[in-house]
């Protein structure tokens, strides 16, 4: 049995949520966006993720929402996530996810992230294991 073995326990297979990324196949860049009503994410639920780049890039947060418009303008106004910009940029992603799964979803990824910023989710929800951004 090796270091990483659950022994005979299986583990749960992380689910691909497909990521969304731009038409060009790159992440959105956060503060790039001049109108988040393009996105056509308004009224739309889901999960979304923060990250920055640079030379010590790390996970911002991630959340679960109704309305992944709304949330999206919320952080874009936020300052503490702003001053990560002139770190590598700060980017983001989302997946629209069935309202039963977001908060498991959110809790695998705070829990396996270290998001540099507290997540809003029910911990008592068990974590679903996704496929992070790459």
């Known amino acids: 049995m090796g270091f990483w073995s659950l022994g005979g326990m299986r583990q749960p297979k992380a689910q691909d949520i497909k990521w969304r990324k731009s038409p060009r196949g790159e992440y959105y860049r956060l503060f790039m966006i001049d109108d988040f009503s393009e996105l056509k994410l308004d009224n739309v639920g889901g999960v979304y993720l923060l990250w920055h780049g640079g030379l010590k890039p790390s996970w911002l947060v991630a959340g679960a929402t109704e309305d992944l418009g709304h949330s999206f303008r919320e952080l874009f106004r936020d300052r503490d996530i702003r001053e990560y910009d002139n770190r590598g940029g700060v980017f983001m992603s989302w997946s629209p996810i069935k309202a039963d799964f977001r908060e498991g979803v959110v809790h695998f990824i705070a829990k396996h992230t270290n998001p540099?910023?507290?997540?809003?989710?029910?911990?008592?929800?068990?974590?679903?294991?996704i496929l992070l951004p790459r």
Do not use: H, L, R
């Open 116 to 129: 540099t910023f507290e997540c809003d989710f029910d911990s008592k929800s068990d974590p679903i294991p």
